[in-house]
């Protein structure tokens, strides 16, 4: 697939992919709260199908295209956010990243420890525990 270089590019389907992959590596690289991050491609990847087909269409621009490019935005952010959530499934299946068992197991221990429901103990076999600590 060539890189979309042209507004009627941008409006099919390839290049609403195409934008919603980088919305999507933009948006979880820069925003706090991950949970807000597909809901956001879809709405960033929306407008600019939108823009691009404006800006292809111009005065032409009618209500059945604006549906048209809402359709191919919803269409091309799912598809990238369904093939994002699959790397990332599988590659914790094969034991590599956040949802690898390992990784699960760390995150669990870091929100138990930063909630202070859990106590551990930096250096075990050289000092006594503290009272209430547990051992993992």
Known sequence: MDIPITYEALASFG??????FLAGQWLAKYLKDWRW??????????????LAHWLTYGAEFTGR????????????ASAETLGYETVLNV???????KRSDEGI???????LVEANILA???????????PGSRTI
């Open 91 to 97: 590659l914790g299946r094969m034991g590599v990243g």
């Open 37 to 50: 991050t597909n809901l956001l491609v879809l709405g960033v990847t929306i407008v600019l199908i939108e």
């Open 15 to 20: 290049g609403g992919l195409f934008l919603a």
């Open 120 to 130: 551990l103990d930096v250096v075990p076999n050289e000092c006594p525990p503290t």
């Open 105 to 111: 197991k760390d995150a669990a221990i870091t929100t």
């Open 65 to 76: 295209q604006a549906g048209l490019a809402a359709f191919w935005g919803f269409f091309a």
